[in-house]
């Protein structure tokens, strides 16, 4: 039932994310969808970013904190290092959307403890959209998909993970904030 209503939400979006070079209404929205749903934020933490301020960064993180049963997760901004909030580039907006999904993905089932499930799980799934792995590589494109794949394989993620992964790039890209965090706020408890 739930991710009837996701995936029903999802497809309300509009497809394409506009080009941003600052924190607007719907990243912002996003957020504070994520912290009322009790997703500890963080940018730039030393905890997960690198000490060196570089031009692009490809670090984010979500995952559930056994310790104090707490969701967290980070955006390491391109020129953000460890240090304050910079201004935000499109990659940084494109890793806050993508770390989402992967929330939207621990609270589908039901409860938040760090077990991600599929959004779109293929013919006779739960989802309203019989979309699958393979579609997704369409979407993508062949040349991304294998990139992200391949990046996956050799940090030894398996297919399940992989998965995860190419529906969460995919749905990054394709929806915008506002959208993503719409589906949150169906979705996902709010503590």
Not at 19 to 24: G, I, Q
Not at 102 to 108: A, G, K, L, S, V
């Amino acid at each position: 039932m739930f991710k009837q209503v996701l995936v029903s939400v999802m497809t309300l979006g509009l497809l394409g994310t506009a080009p941003a070079m600052a924190l607007d209404a719907g990243h912002r929205q996003l957020i504070d969808t994520l912290e009322a749903s009790g997703v500890y934020f963080g940018i730039n933490p030393p905890q997960v970013c690198d000490v060196e301020k570089t031009d692009e960064s490809y670090h984010g993180v979500y995952f559930y904190s056994d310790t104090n049963q707490t969701p967290l997760l980070a955006v390491c901004q391109d020129f953000g290092g460890q240090g304050e909030e910079t201004v935000w580039t499109d990659n940084d907006l494109d890793t806050l959307r993508h770390e989402s999904i992967h929330f939207i993905q621990d609270c589908i089932g039901n409860t938040v403890d760090g077990e991600l499930d599929r959004i779109y799980d293929g013919p006779g799934g739960y989802s309203a959209i019989e979309f699958n792995t393979m579609d997704i590589v369409g979407a993508l494109g062949y040349e991304q998909a294998q990139s992200i794949i391949t990046r996956y394989e050799e940090n030894g993620a398996d297919e399940d993970v992989i998965a995860l992964e190419l529906e969460a790039f995919y749905l990054a890209a394709s929806q915008e904030a506002s959208t993503i965090a719409d589906v949150m706020s169906h979705t996902c408890p709010v503590k």
